[in-house]
């Protein structure tokens, strides 16, 4: 077995898991803070990246594009707030799942209708290659964006943390993930909850979005890296921000590694199936995934 | 006044345990039925009952299996359209390997082999529930469909992965014109639908139901809950396997994997909610709504532009289509979380009184 090539492998897996990770991270921050299991992510994802190149295309400075993003998904939070979830309040969760795939349908036809449908390119100006003295050093080529999106993973997970553990909004938004009766009873703002956490989501996406843009190009398939990020979530944990870092890791190390180790064997194309087969496998081992939260049930 | 059921006495076990237990049900029903046999083939053109009808009936069947599993069991399932291929290629391959088979036995041992996949994906749900569970049924999606694109054996070595749906032949008739093809669809989907009305009244849709509202509840007044479970998956699966079935001989004809993808399981998905969770009559609801609502759409189209003045560009229509889409189901949830169904219970309820209010 050759160690270099092998490392160079698990070592392109974990950096793709990073990506994975950024998108999960979404999904788990609105899961933590509504109990909403929030399909609508990878609308979300695609939505705030076309806007953003749209724009930097008509002639927009990156920073005033990034601004108006930002202040088009807080527009989006809100109104997702007040349309989708103030009416569903204490509605069972299935419901809340139901409605957000419609909202995907929504955001999905609106990018569209706004700025088309044809693909973009998007350049964030870190160059995509490999490494110099790496190669040189230890022969494993990795790539510079990679590390980069890495490092923005790591960032932002350290911030989400401390707003969580530390904040009053952060505890608040715990409390109503717990139940939002209970959480209303208290005397909690669920709206301003409810917009702040679709707020802050948006913004998630929307660095999730700019980094898939740079390395895939914006296009409707962008949409599906969502569908990637859910084994991801039930490997990790549905509830745990660090869950959902462990889990991309996981998830893309094994994809790649079994692509290249396992697909000669059966034909290829492992990578659409496996890592829904080994987060299942996982959970029959540990239902509630590696960091969730251990349900006690009663009668 | 027209519907009450005042007056209407049960002297036996028999008639207190009929199906539809109210004389007006039964007249609606039988009616409906004469509609469907008689009238629809009669009066309905070729385009409503190949490009309509018989995909309505089809996709009924379909949610009608889903509904059993998430509606009556509990048991969330993103995978339907991977069990309607399982379904579609298992029938296609028994039709090839045995050709003197019956087609009616192959769509029924399609149909068992789906039940097959259908346990082995439910597996999961005796460890997990809710949404991992939801998440876990992917898995059964994406793989079925690698396996079938994958393993030539399914797809008869064809270059393309298409299959092509040999002919309907039942005791030397060849069901080939769109009125047929309707016809064997209606009788196979009532037949069944009739068995999961039953069905959902006997002992295992109790068991399904206590499943349901609270499964360790159920596991104490001595519920088995991996029997109970599997069997909700076999039996949902079977449904969704024939319905697959039917998918490829009597509506498309020639299908690809790719024809069973993930799209195709959300709108079953949402047959189900807008027709109502837990319902039978729902399913059909739910399969109508969704079926003519893009046909609906459309042919709005053409008013606007008139009143308008301009031609709409063709991506502005199709964007606005699914807007729209997204825009009703939630709405639905929003107006009436448990469907059609349940709206059409409020009416029963309002015509008991009608015309008058006391």
Same mark, same amino acid.
């Given at each position: 077995?050759?160690?270099? @090539? ?5 070592? =392109?897996?974990? &950096?793709? =898991? ?77 419901? &809340? ?23 973009? =390119? ?22 510079? @964006? ?37 959480? &209303? ?38 949409? @599906? ?36 180790? &396992? ?5 290829? =194309?492992?990578?659409?199936? @496996? ?25 | ?19 539809? /237990? ?18 629809? /083939? ?19 069947? !379909? ?7 998430? %509606?009556?069991?509990?048991? #969330? ?7 309607? !291929? ?35 994906? %439910? ?21 079925? #469909?690698?396996? #079938? ?46 068995? !999961? ?83 039978? #009559? ?11 609502? /893009? ?15 301009? !031609?709409?560009?063709? %991506? ?43």
């Amino acid at each position: 077995m050759n160690w270099q @090539f092998f490392l160079e492998v698990l070592m =392109g897996g974990l &950096l793709a =898991g990073v990506m994975y990770s950024l998108v999960a991270l979404g999904f788990v921050l609105i899961y933590k803070a509504s109990g909403v299991f929030n399909f609508a992510q990878g609308a979300m994802v695609f939505f705030a990246a076309l806007t953003f190149v749209s724009l930097t295309e008509r002639g927009v400075n990156f920073w005033l594009a990034l601004a108006i993003t930002l202040a088009v998904m807080v527009v989006l939070g809100i109104a997702i707030e007040r349309l989708v979830l103030r009416p569903l309040v204490n509605q069972p969760q299935i419901t &809340l799942f139901m409605a957000t795939i419609g909202l995907t349908f929504v955001l999905e036809g609106l990018a569209q209708l706004f700025w088309g449908s044809q693909p973009h =390119g998007l350049e964030l100006g870190i160059p995509d290659e490999p490494m110099q003295w790496l190669s040189e050093s230890t022969n494993i080529n990795i790539s510079q @964006f990679d590390l980069f999106a890495a490092v923005v993973a790591g960032l932002l997970v350290a911030v989400l943390a401390i707003f969580f553990q530390t904040t009053r909004i952060g505890r608040a938004l715990r409390a109503v993930a717990d139940d939002h009766q209970a959480a &209303l009873a208290v005397g909690i703002p669920l709206r301003q909850i409810w917009a702040i956490v679709w707020t802050v989501a948006g913004f998630v996406a929307l660095v999730a979005g700019l980094m898939w843009g740079a390395r895939n190009g914006i296009q409707y398939a962008l949409t @599906f890296i969502a569908l990637k990020a859910l084994p991801v979530l039930i490997l990790g944990g549905f509830e745990s921000v660090a869950g959902a870092i462990v889990g991309g890791l996981i998830i893309g190390a094994s994809e790649k590694l079994a692509e290249v180790y &396992l697909g000669p064997y059966v034909g290829g =194309g492992l990578e659409s199936w @496996f890592p829904y087969v080994l987060a299942l496998a996982f959970l029959l081992v540990r239902p509630e995934g590696l960091f969730g939260e251990k349900r006690i049930e009663r009668v | 006044m027209l519907y009450r059921e005042a007056g209407q006495f049960k002297s036996t076990y028999a008639g207190d345990q009929q199906v539809f /237990p109210i004389r007006q049900d039964r007249i609606a029903v039988v009616c409906l039925l004469i509609v469907a046999f008689v009238v629809m /083939p009669l009066a309905a053109n070729e385009y409503w009952l190949s490009a309509i009808l018989t995909p309505f009936l089809i996709f009924a069947l !379909a949610t009608l299996g889903l509904n059993i599993l998430t %509606g009556y069991a509990g048991q #969330l399932s993103l995978g339907t359209a991977a069990f309607m !291929a399982v379904g579609a290629f298992m029938a296609y391959n028994f039709e090839l390997r045995v050709p003197w088979m019956p087609i009616v036995i192959s769509f029924v041992l399609a149909g068992l082999c789906a039940a097959a996949v259908g346990i082995v994906f %439910g597996l999961p749900s005796l460890r997990i529930k809710g949404f991992y569970l939801a998440v876990a049924t992917l898995a059964c999606q994406f793989f079925v #469909l690698w396996a #079938l694109q994958r393993i030539g054996w399914f797809t008869n070595h064809s270059a393309s992965g298409v299959i092509t749906a040999q002919k309907v032949v039942i005791a030397g008739y060849a069901f080939d014109t769109p009125a047929t093809k309707y016809m064997l669809t209606l009788c196979i989907v009532a037949v069944l639908a009739v068995l !999961a009305k039953n069905l959902m009244r006997s002992e295992t849709g109790r068991m399904f139901m206590a499943v349901r509202d609270m499964d360790l509840a159920a596991e104490v007044i001595g519920i088995r809950m991996m029997r109970t479970k599997l069997l909700a998956f076999a039996i949902s699966s079977f449904y969704c396997g024939v319905a697959g079935a039917l998918f490829a001989y009597t509506y498309l004809g020639t299908v690809e994997p790719e024809a069973f993808n993930l799209d195709l399981s959300f709108r079953i998905l949402f047959m189900v909610i807008i027709g109502g969770v837990g319902s039978i #009559l729902g399913s059909f609801m739910g399969a109508a709504f969704i079926t003519l609502l /893009p046909i609906f759409l459309n042919s709005m189209a053409r008013p606007i532009e008139n009143v308008l003045g301009i !031609a709409l560009p063709p %991506g502005l229509m199709s964007n606005l289509e699914v807007i729209v889409f997204g825009a009703l189901i939630i709405f639905f949830l929003i107006v009436e979380p448990h469907g059609l169904a349940r709206l059409w219970q409020i009416g029963k309820e309002k015509l008991r009184l009608w015309p008058f209010p006391h």
